[in-house]
């Protein structure tokens, strides 16, 4: 796919694809730039693995948005947890601490929309990089967190894969 500027017509991306592959997780992607609404929006696209769960966490000004694709996500946000199934959506608003997870068998494809978008892109694209040199760990991934007004919240999420997965008799709740 070629760049496009803003404004310059319809861009389009097919679902299995994404503009830039990131190497965070598998099947992960950029699927849209952030240059493209100005900075405003970067949407991602990942595959969230069985038993999945993303660290606690808080941007500062960057509110997201998850929707579910295929399979069901666990989504965790200030100590309300809730799951969702195929075409749901949670917000995340900024300067709250949120995580998703996964407590199911099978694999969940998420899109992910981070608002405003160009320093979040950077992160990814900069964290994705850490990844491809094998340089990926708490030392290197915390200042460009920083940076990008990302911090880790302590706090152990672990039992919700047992609340809200099949043995706990978690359903969809939206």
Request: glycine share 12%; hydrophobic share 40%.
């Amino acid at each position: 796919m070629t760049e496009r500027a803003p404004g310059d017509g319809l861009i389009s991306i097919a679902a299995d694809q994404g503009v830039v592959p990131l190497a965070i997780a598998p099947e992960t992607f950029l699927k849209a730039r952030a240059e493209w609404t100005d900075g405003a929006l970067c949407t991602t696209g990942s595959v969230l693995r069985p038993g999945a769960i993303v660290p606690a966490h808080v941007h500062d000004t960057d509110a997201q948005v998850t929707i579910v694709v295929s399979g069901r996500i666990g989504t965790w946000v200030d100590g309300e947890a809730q799951v969702l199934g195929p075409g749901g959506y949670a917000h995340r608003p900024a300067g709250l601490p949120h995580s998703i997870f996964n407590p199911y068998e099978e694999p969940a494809r998420f899109l992910e929309l981070t608002t405003p978008g160009t320093r979040f892109e950077r992160y990814m694209l900069a964290l994705s990089d850490l990844h491809e040199r094998g340089e990926a760990s708490a030392e290197t991934i915390a200042p460009l967190a920083a940076e990008a007004g990302i911090a880790a919240v302590d706090v152990d999420l672990s039992h919700l894969l047992v609340e809200f997965g099949p043995a706990g008799g978690g359903g969809e709740d939206a």
